[in-house]
């Protein structure tokens, strides 16, 4: 098993939908998604997130996820979500993950019991034993119910093949921000990179020194979150604030209708993904959410030619 540091994990990482079509994989959707995130340069994408909605798919679905994605990823790294409510299963994920040429994992400690912290360590200790590529901890309390500790984040972090740390929403107050990404700094290996998500947060996060922004819209549109995180990596805090203003009206309707049911309806309104493509029961936005996301929508990019 190797244990030499992985490589740095850093940019903006694309989250992209896993689309349905009558409840199957729409699998030239996915590719079709995939392609317009190489050839928008993004620095990475994740499939199996919770945008793919993995916790609703099988295992030969998922397997499928990852052989599709990685066949028209090109050299762009694609990480894949291996998240289960088994480790016997998260790790026969991580197995299919590898075998479909998977640059990297990503695990959620997903729970139906509440998880204690050795339970968690336990599950991380036990699936990077016999991993491959690096792993990301996805920290996200909101959907699994579980909370890491900094000491948790320290034991997790030191254990092998663990690339990045993808951390919720930091505080608003931008001295805040930077002081709780040194503190975690200070509690991982240097190899360890840090990744915001929470899409509203992202300028804060890369703006406090937070080495990517693992993110939700760029599944789906791209090209502005490439032009916030260029913005903030760049120094142009006038740009940045201007991205994020730009971006502002769809991080409310995330707030109101959750980011999953809203980036699927961005995905329809742009014929990226056909009516209906979330995998029951989850419903789509009604006709009048669906009106305010496709204005927003039209405001930020262009229909794709069909």
């Not at 119910?145 to 972090?157: C, M, N, P, V």
């Not at 406090?208 to 819209?217: P, T």
């Not at 789906?220 to 994020?244: I, K, N, Y």
């Not at 961005?266 to 936005?285: Q, T």
Request: hydrophobic residues 45%; charged residues 20%; proline residues 8%.
């Amino acid at each position: 098993m190797p244990t030499t540091p992985t490589p740095r994990l850093s940019g903006l990482s694309a989250f992209p939908l896993t689309p349905l079509h009558d409840d199957v994989l729409d699998r030239a959707a996915l590719a079709g998604l995939v392609t317009r995130l190489v050839t928008a340069g993004v620095d990475s994408l994740t499939v199996l997130g919770s945008t793919g909605s993995y916790a609703y798919l099988s295992r030969e679905e998922r397997a499928e996820v990852a052989r599709t994605a990685v066949e028209h990823a090109g050299d762009v790294p694609v990480l894949v979500g291996i998240g289960a409510l088994r480790t016997r299963d998260v790790r026969a994920l991580a197995e299919d993950a590898q075998d479909a040429g998977a640059a990297g994992v990503l695990l959620a400690p997903l729970t139906y019991q509440q998880h204690t912290e050795d339970d968690v360590f336990g599950l991380y200790r036990d699936v990077t034993a016999d991993l491959d590529v690096p792993l990301v901890v996805y920290d996200n309390p909101g959907t699994t119910r579980f909370t890491f500790t900094d000491e948790l984040y320290r034991r997790i972090g030191a254990l092998p093949r663990v690339a990045s740390l993808k951390i919720p929403p930091l505080p608003a107050d931008p001295a805040a921000a930077a002081g709780r990404v040194a503190q975690l700094r200070a509690l991982l290996p240097e190899h360890v990179s840090i990744g915001i998500s929470g899409d509203a947060a992202a300028a804060t996060g890369l703006a406090a020194g937070c080495d990517l922004w693992y993110s939700v819209i760029a599944g789906t549109l791209p090209e502005p979150a490439l032009a916030l995180t260029r913005a903030v990596r760049a120094g142009d805090a006038d740009g940045a604030r201007a991205q994020s203003e730009r971006l502002r009206p769809l991080w409310d309707l995330f707030a109101r209708h959750g980011s999953l049911r809203v980036t699927a309806a961005v995905a329809e309104h742009l014929r990226l993904a056909r009516r209906s493509c979330l995998p029951l029961p989850i419903r789509g936005l009604d006709e009048a959410a669906r009106a305010e996301v496709a204005d927003v929508v039209d405001r930020l990019a262009p229909h794709p030619a069909p």
